[in-house]
């Protein structure tokens, strides 16, 4: 069985500090699939992210830095520099090959304090 | 480029009474779709997908049913809504799997927040 574990579940720092959020998976498919959601306020998830098994490469994107380590079954993602816009509920999430179904980690509050 | 659509965007209904919710694709074709729902403060929690027209996979079993009478077109009702079906729907769709990738990500629609009194 798949399983996505988010073990901080709620975050506060002051604007400009970085951040990290912790995720966790566990399956025993070889062939799966990882992703971030952002949901603000308003509700919305917003698709931040997908990595497949096989790419481990840490990837950047402007403020927002993602580590994929196979060894330790994690895939955390690092805000750099936080910004008040960025207080949101974020998610985690897992999906193994031709499954038509994404397992969600419940979750990490982040509250970016002016 | 692909659009998802959800109305209500909020709906207050009174115990006992009927829901409908709507859903609908625009820009894809044989999309998976989903319904989920967050009640406050926590979590997602998957209640149907749809992998075509008339195919329904339940996850939860509750008085809550969905339909897929078109292919870019998700239905979520209730014949009596109880106190704990209060919550944001969310409808989601991703790329159909049968003949395209292996897996891909979910695109999400802006929500209804369901309150029932």
């Known amino acids: 069985a798949q399983k996505v574990t988010q073990a901080q579940t709620e975050i506060s720092v002051v604007e400009k500090e970085d951040v990290t959020l912790d995720c966790v998976y566990e399956?025993?498919?070889?062939?799966?699939?990882l992703f971030w959601y952002k949901q603000p306020p308003s509700g919305e998830l917003v698709f931040l992210i997908r990595?497949?098994?096989?790419?481990?490469q840490n990837e950047i994107s402007g403020r927002y830095s993602w580590n994929f380590q196979k060894s330790t079954s994690s895939f955390n993602f690092t805000i750099t520099a936080s910004q008040v816009v960025d207080s949101a509920v974020y998610f985690c999430?897992?999906?193994?090959?031709?499954?038509?179904?994404?397992?969600f980690g419940k979750g990490t509050r982040l509250h970016i304090l002016p | 480029s692909q659009t998802i659509h959800q109305w209500p965007a909020t709906l207050v209904q009174p115990v006992g009474s009927p829901l409908s919710l709507e859903c609908t694709v625009e820009?894809?074709?044989?999309?998976?779709l989903y319904w989920y729902r967050q009640a406050a403060g926590r979590g997602l929690q998957l209640l149907f997908y749809?992998?075509?027209?008339?195919?329904i996979s339940s996850e939860v079993p509750q008085n809550l049913s969905a339909s897929r009478p078109q292919d870019r077109q998700f239905i979520l009702s209730s014949k009596k809504l109880l106190l704990s079906d209060s919550g944001f729907y969310l409808c989601?769709?991703?790329?159909?799997?049968?003949?395209?990738?292996?897996?891909?990500?979910?695109?999400f629609g802006p929500g209804t927040r369901l309150t029932v009194t």
């Open positions: 989601a769709w991703s790329v159909e799997m049968r003949s395209g990738p292996t897996s891909y990500e979910q695109y």
């Open positions: 399956t025993r498919d070889t062939t799966y699939y």
């Open positions: 990595r497949n098994s096989f790419d481990e």
């Open positions: 999430a897992l999906s193994v090959n031709r499954d038509d179904k994404i397992i």
């Open positions: 820009g894809t074709s044989n999309p998976n």
């Open positions: 749809s992998v075509g027209i008339g195919q």
